[in-house]
């Protein structure tokens, strides 16, 4: 390997990439070739890389395999960044096994981390902390145990362990300090503000006030019956699948010590402005279904005007803002541009469902577009001062 090969490959390490291209953005060699597609995405420049990172896999040829292996381990995380999630990851696995076995263990532990991070974003916390939990972060260069610790705090904060994810987050900061690569500190920055910023309104006695990560930790640990709109969960009884029953649990929660007139919880819960009897009817069902499901967690009374629910001060945990589209925006708010495909895949959602959400979201001008067709994505700025983390792909969504 020639002294400018090797002088742009550590300016990519460094994070410069426009010093790597100042010295082979003129040569169409192999080497050159892939240093160009890596320094290209590094721009964000994401389709140019794709392209050179494929000349160059194909320049090194079969005689080269771990050449070639670095090229799909380059272009796979081109794919993540660029959030197309829904690539196989078959040939990462086999490009990590062939490092391996040339002795590049710094990469092969890099494609690792690469289908962990995609597992993490679709919300595959189990088998992302499996996949982790093989992988030992001293033995790895400093900008390795930065994204090590920073999955792991990704991975606390979706199963809302708060303090682990703060200690992995110190952690993260001291190897991306160690790391000297200015973006990396921002990313571990932008994590620890995420953290730091309220993540869910507490609703009790028809008042309200934000909680911190730490303080909805705590809140769900206790043994307060709370009505989890974030995950629509109340205690440990998963209401999902069942939206009219949660609504009608919500509704009686927030209403609490008082009743809810019958019109009132007709009107919000089935979205009708003129309740007749079998709107009145099919209350008094969908009533006695959650009267049951809630026996051994609380009681529901019928009064002269509606229904109360019978509890010790239950509280309702919700999101920070309410929004109909909340978990496409949960999504959308790590700055990164998504395709609507990727994020049907992290929301376990039909694309044609999504596609719906955010043509609604841009025609209220919360949502952009760049690109047309298949290379569409869509991108808005983070939400200023409000976390989204309880919306996040995570083990209690179901």
């Known amino acids: 390997m020639d002294s400018l090969i090797t002088a742009a490959a550590a300016a990519l390490a460094a994070g410069d990439p426009l010093g790597a291209l100042n010295r082979v953005a003129l040569r169409d060699d192999p080497p050159a070739l892939a240093l160009r597609g890596i320094a290209m995405a590094q721009l964000g420049d994401f389709p140019r890389s794709r392209t050179l990172l494929r000349r160059a896999a194909r320049a090194f040829g079969a ?65 992302a902390s499996e996949l982790l939990a093989e992988l030992e972060p001293g033995s790895l260069p400093a900008p390795l145990r930065a994204v090590h610790w920073l999955i792991v705090s990704g991975i606390a904060v979706r199963r809302l362990h708060a303090g682990e ?14 790391a000297g690569i200015p973006a990396l500190r921002a990313e571990v920055e932008q994590a620890t503000r995420i953290l730091d ?15 911190s ?59 009708t402005r003129h309740p007749d009897e079998t709107h009145r009817a099919r209350l008094r069902v969908e009533i006695g279904r959650l009267r049951r499901l809630l026996q051994p967690l609380a009681g529901i009374e019928s009064t002269p005007r509606g229904y109360l629910l019978v509890a010790s001060n239950p509280l309702v945990l919700a999101p920070p803002r309410e929004d109909a589209n909340a978990e496409v925006l949960a999504l959308l708010s790590d700055g990164q541009a998504w395709s609507s495909s990727a994020l049907a895949l992290a929301l376990d959602s039909s694309q044609r469902s999504v596609q719906r959400a955010l043509e609604a979201l841009a025609s209220a001008g919360r949502v952009q577009a760049l690109g047309q067709g298949r290379a569409r994505r869509w991108v808005l700025p983070p939400a200023p001062g409000f976390a989204t983390t309880l919306l996040l792909p995570g083990p209690f969504g179901a």
């Open 63 to 127: 005689h080269e395999p771990a050449e070639r292996a670095r090229c799909r381990v380059a272009e796979a995380e081109v794919a993540l960044a660029s959030r197309e999630l829904n690539w196989p990851t078959e040939p990462l696995q086999r490009a990590a096994q062939e490092l391996l076995a040339h002795g590049d263990a710094g990469n092969a532990a890099h494609a690792r981390y690469l289908l962990i991070r995609r597992a993490l974003l679709i919300g595959q916390l189990d088998e």
């Open 165 to 178: 994810a703060r200690s992995a987050l110190h952690r993260a900061s001291e190897a991306a300090g160690a």
């Open 197 to 211: 910023a309220p993540a869910a309104r507490l609703i009790s006695r028809q008042t309200e006030h934000l909680l």
């Open 213 to 271: 990560l730490d303080e909805v930790e705590n809140l769900l640990g206790s043994a307060a019956l709370v009505v989890d709109a974030c995950r629509n969960r109340i205690g440990s009884l998963a209401l999902a699948s069942r939206p009219v029953l949660f609504a009608l649990a919500r509704e009686l929660a927030e209403a609490w010590p008082a009743d809810v007139a019958r019109n009132e919880l007709i009107g919000r819960v089935f979205r």
